[in-house]
């Protein structure tokens, strides 16, 4: 029962939050507001500059790894735990699954972002 009720509380806050947050604001846009400022200058050449999709696969693809290597910091406490061998192997297959999903991002050539 206490469950479902905070489960019904956070749910109805943040139902609550969000309407305000939709309906509150008075957005008036003023041409000065939205233009782009460098240092007092208007600026002298557009800001978007080409950007390299390689790159960009790259450091999604270090993300995704570094997030899930950090599944493994709790390892040592864990270990102290009552059952370890379950907590050994399922560790192990996670550092198994990091490994076949690095050597599937070499072989695609999914880390080279040069030519």
Request: charged share 10%.
């Amino acid at each position: 029962m206490n469950l479902m009720a905070t489960l019904l509380t956070n749910t109805m806050l943040t139902s609550l939050m969000v309407l305000i947050a939709f309906w509150l604001p008075q957005t008036y846009t003023y041409s000065e507001k939205t233009s782009p400022y460098e240092c007092g200058f208007d600026p002298m050449g557009s800001a978007r500059l080409p950007f390299s999709m390689k790159f960009f696969l790259v450091a999604i693809t270090f993300l995704l790894f570094d997030l899930e290597i950090a599944l493994l910091l709790p390892l040592p406490w864990a270990i102290q735990a009552n059952n370890t061998n379950l907590t050994l192997l399922m560790s192990f297959m996670l550092i198994i699954l990091l490994a076949i999903g690095l050597a599937y991002e070499w072989l695609q050539k999914g880390l080279e972002w040069t030519k």
